[in-house]
């Protein structure tokens, strides 16, 4: 009898917090910031805001753990793809897609981890730094070392490739409030997410591919005039 009411609490408390983590995500989707309240999640959810602070100690409890959903499988995809056996450009190229796709199905994630950084106590801003930042880091090191070795990509510092990816994909869900005005639409539809990647891939290639000498020399002769 113990035995099965400790099995009903432990899958009640699983219900609960997948109930608390798709309520908060849900809000986080359908605005531009990060601000949601307590009484917020617990309205969308169905339950009781106590709730929150007795399974997470609190909102940046919850969002921390929120964003420890997310990396759990985002990060484990990247550690797949890196190890995968194909070139350097084909592990970029997907993972441009992969961080797209992402921000699609969670538009609130890079949002999210800036403002837990910022301004999260000094124990989370370090646990988000250490289950996204550092281990996509690592991932751009590799592959672009992998990228310059083969010969398909020019040395470039893997940090502001990193900036400059992640950026890209990020921005177009961050500023959901211009898509009437840039591209003329209510909301991002998945023909759009499938039209951005490409888009992405296209812009971010442009710029990594090896170039001949001679395209190398006339690039910097632009960077001098300029």
Request: aromatic content about 8%; proline content about 2%.
């Amino acid at each position: 009898m113990a035995r099965t009411q400790a099995k009903d609490a432990g899958l009640a408390r699983r219900d609960s917090r997948a109930a608390l983590f798709d309520a908060t995500a849900a809000l986080l989707s359908e605005r531009s910031t990060i601000e949601v309240s307590l009484s917020e999640i617990a309205q969308r959810s169905g339950l009781n805001s106590a709730l929150i602070k007795y399974y997470f100690g609190g909102k940046e409890g919850l969002l921390l753990a929120l964003l420890e959903r997310v990396a759990e499988r985002s990060m484990a995809d990247l550690a797949n793809l890196v190890r995968m056996d194909i070139s350097a450009e084909q592990k970029l190229r997907i993972h441009i897609g992969g961080i797209i796709n992402t921000y699609y199905r969670s538009p609130y994630v890079n949002r999210l981890i800036n403002y837990m950084i910022v301004r999260g106590d000094k124990a989370s801003s370090e646990r988000v730094a250490k289950i996204f930042v550092e281990p996509m880091i690592a991932a751009y090191r590799a592959i672009v070392a992998q990228g310059v070795a083969e010969g398909a990509f020019r040395p470039l510092d893997p940090g502001m490739l990193y900036y400059s990816v992640v950026g890209a994909c990020e921005h177009i869900f961050y500023a959901g409030y211009s898509l009437p005005t840039t591209l003329g639409l209510s909301e991002l539809t998945d023909q759009v997410r499938q039209q951005y990647v490409q888009h992405v891939v296209d812009l971010v290639f442009h710029g990594v591919l090896g170039r001949s000498e001679a395209a190398g020399q006339a690039a910097a002769a632009i960077t001098r005039i300029a």
